[in-house]
């Protein structure tokens, strides 16, 4: 009697599958970045820590949405901080830093995966997430960011000023 099995469902790994590739390397450090967040400067007074998880981001852009309908605060926390109400303008900034943040690392990271995929797979090896980008890559990267920058200006334009953090 043969056994049937789902191939599709097969818990362990198959011969080298163990391995992650430069690309998926990168891309876990990137999503890491990202869900590891970044201080922001409150114009309230203060620095404070956030984090900016997949959770993260829908609580800050249900708060940022919040803003724009009207609202003149709302409750929320910085890292490993108890929740209070933080006004607009605290709003706008965590939102605005947040994002740009997250714009800044996504940007970086695709101009990096373009790089290695110029490479030789023994001279990919030796490519870091966080190492400086040179060339076209660094050229690509800051006329996007600078991009990124006006249209996130524009964003805050419909709500009466302040500049975007994170620029």
Known sequence: MALWYDKTKQTRPKPGEQDKTKLEELADACSAAIDAGTAVDLPSGSRESFTYTVADQANVS?????????????????NDAPCKTYPVADIVAIYSTL?????????????????????????????????????????????????????????????????????
């Not at 249900?62 to 910085?78: K, R, S, V, W």
């Not at 990267?141 to 600078?146: C, E, G, K, R, T």
């Open 62 to 78: 249900e708060m940022f949405t919040a803003c724009l309908a009207g609202a003149t605060g709302y409750i929320y926390h910085a």
């Open 99 to 167: 994002s740009m943040y997250k714009t800044s690392q996504l940007t970086y990271h695709n101009q990096l995966k373009q790089y290695v995929l110029t490479l030789d797979p023994e001279a990919a090896k030796a490519v870091t997430y966080g190492q400086e980008l040179t060339g076209t890559y660094l050229e690509q990267y800051n006329a996007l960011m600078v991009e990124a920058q006006e249209q996130m200006q524009a964003v805050l334009s419909k709500l009466g000023g302040g500049d975007a953090a994170g620029g």
